[in-house]
């Protein structure tokens, strides 16, 4: 039979009289709670009626030691009255009495309903607003991507679940917040009145649900990291946060229990935390410049006048060799970089392709494509314009302004949908847009495409 048992609660932090009927539930089982964190741990003890009280004192900080001369007065006080201190957690201090009916530990419901105001400000409120601001510049970190690249982004499986989860946390923390100021209000104005302290209402099952339902979201965000450049980042960050995070928690848990002050405990917290972001920011700078970051496709390395470069050997669907078919001695594949970058999401699927000379094989045509697969055709509108959207632009070059437009042409060689192609100052680009039902093709080449090639590309595609 087990001593012990842990579970995650759920109810608000100032949410007194449903923490009270809960403890007093289990204490009837045969569990006491003994310790609060994360998980409220329950250690095991003889079936019994208890009355638990909830208190809060908004003096203690976080990074002061647990029962500070003006906290053991008050908890003195309050065993000289039958209350037995159960657990803390920072601000909240719970109590046990074993009498029937005993004498509340606050009678002052104005008081009382100051001091939870002025401890959830600390330990609820503040912290949900940190994360609705993290939340919030993660939203403007990729909608700033969305701008540069839409359909990119769509592409991407984990931006979309990270989106997804982060908006349904933010919907439950904007409500919590807005929940808790119309309970403040309500309570305060019945303390001032009546007399009385309102009780708080529970969050309710269905809303109890949703930050697990983001959670859920945000481990796909994760596992749908689709590029393995991505994916080290994030591995990277993830462990810099956590390491991080057990500092803090360890030298600050070690300053509390050698009863170090709380200004200096926060003081070295700051420190600490400037300190290793600066030193893991020069570390992951370093890091691009050595090429950790870099393309993680398949390669291989070779020598060419005393330096070493790398070509990537990556399966594309169209190569160069397909439309200049014959006009290659030996295999080209020994003097090409194939590159491709491959991302989908359940929006859409998007190929980025590169056939690129190396720096031993001389003069060769080059090619670079990008195909876009459109799984939700009510957007295929909106993704076509967006591509063709990105072809309308004025750009300087030697002081002197240069405009690139994207015009119809034939599809019939293509044997496509739809055709494009780039002109610069009404001069034609050997670039090109085709459609193919849902699918989108932009392609770019160094040399005059003949109808024959656009009709291989359409094969292809």
Same mark, same amino acid.
């Given at each position: 039979?087990?001593?012990?048992?842990?579970?995650?609660?759920?109810?608000?932090?100032?949410?007194?009289?449903?923490?009270?009927?809960?403890?007093?539930?289990?204490?009837?089982?045969?569990?006491?709670?003994?310790?609060?964190?994360?998980?409220?741990?329950?250690?095991?003890?003889?079936?019994?009626?208890?009355?638990?009280?909830?208190?809060?004192?908004?003096?203690?900080?976080?990074?002061?030691?647990?029962?500070?001369?003006?906290?053991?007065?008050?908890?003195?006080?309050?065993?000289?009255?039958?209350?037995?201190?159960?657990?803390?957690?920072?601000?909240?201090?719970?109590?046990?009495?074993?009498?029937?009916?005993?004498?509340?530990?606050?009678?002052?419901?104005?008081?009382?309903?100051?001091?939870?105001?002025? $401890?959830?400000?600390?330990?609820? @409120? =503040?912290? /949900?607003? &940190? +994360?609705?601001?993290?939340? %919030?510049?993660?939203?403007?970190?990729?909608?700033?991507?969305?701008?540069?690249?839409?359909?990119?982004?769509?592409?991407?499986?984990?931006?979309?679940?990270?989106?997804?989860?982060?908006?349904?946390?933010?919907?439950?923390?904007?409500?919590?917040?807005?929940?808790?100021?119309?309970?403040?209000?309500?309570?305060?104005?019945?303390?001032?009145?009546?007399?009385?302290?309102?009780?708080?209402?529970?969050?309710?099952?269905?809303?109890?649900?949703?930050?697990?339902?983001?959670?859920?979201?945000?481990?796909?965000?994760?596992?749908?990291?689709? $590029?393995?450049?991505?994916?080290? @980042? =994030?591995? /990277?960050? &993830? +462990?810099?946060?956590?390491? %991080?995070?057990?500092?803090?928690?360890?030298?600050?848990?070690?300053?509390?229990?050698?009863?170090?002050?709380?200004?200096?405990?926060?003081?070295?917290?700051?420190?600490?935390?400037?300190?290793?972001?600066?030193?893991?920011?020069?570390?992951?700078?370093?890091?691009?410049?050595?090429?950790?970051?870099?393309?993680?496709?398949?390669?291989?390395?070779?020598?060419?006048?005393?330096?070493?470069?790398?070509?990537?050997?990556?399966?594309?669907?169209?190569?160069?060799?397909?439309?200049?078919?014959?006009?290659?001695?030996?295999?080209?594949?020994?003097?090409?970089?194939?590159?491709?970058?491959?991302?989908?999401?359940?929006?859409?699927?998007?190929?980025?392709?590169?056939?690129?000379?190396?720096?031993?094989?001389?003069?060769?045509?080059?090619?670079?494509?990008?195909?876009?697969?459109?799984?939700?055709?009510?957007?295929?509108?909106?993704?076509?314009?967006?591509?063709?959207?990105?072809?309308?632009?004025?750009?300087?070059?030697?002081?002197?302004?240069?405009?690139?437009?994207?015009?119809?042409?034939?599809?019939?060689?293509?044997?496509?949908?739809?055709?494009?192609?780039?002109?610069?100052?009404?001069?034609?680009?050997?670039?090109?847009?085709?459609?193919?039902?849902?699918?989108?093709?932009?392609?770019?080449?160094?040399?005059?495409?003949?109808?024959?090639?656009?009709?291989?590309?359409?094969?292809?595609?």
């Amino acid at each position: 039979m087990r001593e012990t048992k842990r579970c995650i609660p759920k109810f608000t932090f100032y949410d007194k009289a449903g923490i009270r009927k809960y403890l007093e539930e289990q204490a009837e089982r045969g569990w006491m709670l003994e310790k609060i964190s994360v998980n409220w741990v329950f250690r095991r003890i003889e079936p019994r009626k208890l009355r638990f009280s909830v208190t809060y004192f908004p003096k203690k900080s976080v990074f002061e030691a647990e029962g500070s001369e003006e906290q053991r007065l008050f908890w003195d006080f309050c065993e000289h009255a039958g209350w037995k201190l159960a657990a803390t957690n920072e601000q909240m201090q719970i109590f046990y009495n074993e009498k029937e009916d005993p004498v509340p530990i606050e009678t002052d419901a104005v008081m009382e309903v100051e001091k939870v105001h002025q $401890s959830a400000k600390k330990s609820y @409120v =503040f912290p /949900y607003i &940190l +994360l609705l601001a993290s939340w %919030l510049l993660q939203v403007g970190m990729n909608l700033q991507r969305f701008g540069r690249d839409p359909l990119g982004t769509l592409a991407d499986n984990a931006v979309l679940f990270l989106l997804l989860g982060g908006t349904l946390f933010a919907v439950y923390v904007i409500r919590e917040i807005v929940r808790y100021f119309l309970w403040y209000k309500k309570a305060k104005r019945a303390a001032e009145e009546s007399g009385r302290f309102v009780p708080a209402e529970g969050v309710g099952r269905v809303w109890s649900l949703l930050p697990y339902c983001a959670i859920f979201f945000i481990l796909l965000e994760m596992f749908f990291l689709s $590029s393995s450049r991505l994916a080290r @980042v =994030f591995f /990277y960050m &993830l +462990l810099m946060v956590g390491f %991080l995070t057990a500092l803090i928690a360890g030298v600050s848990g070690w300053m509390k229990r050698k009863g170090v002050s709380a200004a200096v405990n926060r003081l070295t917290v700051i420190v600490i935390g400037i300190g290793f972001t600066i030193v893991t920011t020069q570390g992951m700078f370093l890091m691009v410049i050595r090429g950790n970051f870099s393309h993680g496709g398949r390669s291989e390395t070779y020598e060419y006048e005393g330096r070493t470069y790398e070509a990537g050997r990556d399966e594309l669907p169209l190569t160069v060799e397909d439309l200049l078919q014959g006009e290659f001695d030996g295999d080209p594949r020994e003097r090409y970089s194939y590159e491709l970058t491959k991302k989908e999401s359940f929006v859409l699927t998007r190929i980025e392709a590169r056939q690129m000379p190396r720096r031993d094989a001389g003069n060769l045509p080059a090619m670079r494509y990008t195909v876009t697969k459109i799984k939700l055709p009510f957007l295929y509108d909106w993704c076509l314009r967006a591509v063709k959207d990105s072809y309308f632009y004025s750009r300087e070059y030697n002081g002197e302004a240069s405009y690139h437009e994207l015009r119809g042409m034939d599809a019939a060689p293509w044997g496509a949908d739809e055709a494009y192609r780039v002109y610069r100052d009404k001069e034609a680009e050997k670039e090109y847009v085709v459609c193919y039902g849902n699918v989108i093709v932009e392609v770019n080449t160094e040399w005059e495409l003949t109808e024959g090639q656009m009709g291989i590309v359409g094969e292809k595609f």
